[in-house]
T-cell receptor
């Protein structure tokens, strides 16, 4: 069974540009969450999607957005990039049963560097 | 505000010894807890989970203990091996929209 796949693995962008990251969840998983990981802030929740609907959103500016497709694949977009957006962006997928979360499995992440 | 904190940022143990990593959480509504292991250059790897209706759960060489009275979570690793060296995170959720709140992490170093 394939794990969570994130593409690309590495990305270098210039300030002011925008970027789109992709996440393919484990087959059968309909919940996809995104996290930002930095040395200073640790792992911070960005947003979560389930059945193409955003169910929850973290405390990030509106420059951070996402969406989920009917096949559960998800993308996140960051517009007008800032140097502080440099981070490891992680995607996690989980299978909800009875309304309860089950274990969330993470991908390898996308390392974004803004210069 | 919400927070999940770890008491020890670094832990160094001898190979073969048992390791205990601690975590404190503040959200009383949290009812599901997960421990993750993250190695350099990789995403967090699921180790073990526990729901709030339990106080102990065992896996292969790992045990998670949950004390809801004092909002404390711990991960015990038996017979620690060099391959266990990594950063360990605890995470909590109250099942509101799939949001996990992570602790700051503890770096475990295993000396051969």
């Amino acid at each position: 069974k394939a794990g969570v796949t994130q593409t690309p693995r590495y990305l270098i962008k210039t300030r002011g540009q925008q970027v789109t990251l992709s996440c393919s969840p484990i087959s059968g998983h309909r919940s996809v969450s995104w996290y930002q990981q930095t040395p200073g802030q640790g792992l911070q929740f960005l947003f979560e999607y389930f059945s193409e609907t955003q169910r929850n959103k973290g405390n990030f500016p509106g420059r951070f957005s996402g969406r989920q497709f009917s096949n559960s694949r998800s993308e996140m977009n960051v517009s007008t990039l800032e140097l502080g957006d440099s981070a490891l962006y992680l995607c996690a997928s989980s299978f909800l049963t009875g309304g309860l979360n089950t274990e969330a499995f993470f991908g390898q992440g996308t390392r974004l560097t803004v210069v | 505000g919400e927070s999940v904190g770890l008491h020890l940022p670094t832990l160094s143990v001898q190979e073969g010894d048992n390791s205990i990593i601690n975590c404190a959480y503040s959200n009383s509504a949290s009812d599901y807890f997960i421990w993750y292991k993250q190695e350099s250059g990789k995403g967090p790897q699921f180790i073990i989970d526990i729901r709030s209706n339990m106080d102990k759960r065992q896996g292969q060489r790992v045990t998670v203990l949950l004390n809801k009275t004092v909002k404390h979570l711990s991960l015990q690793i038996a017979a620690t091996q060099p391959g266990d060296s990594a950063v360990y995170f605890c995470a909590e959720t109250d099942n509101q929209g799939g949001k996990l709140i992570f602790g700051q992490g503890t770096e475990l170093s295993v000396k051969p």
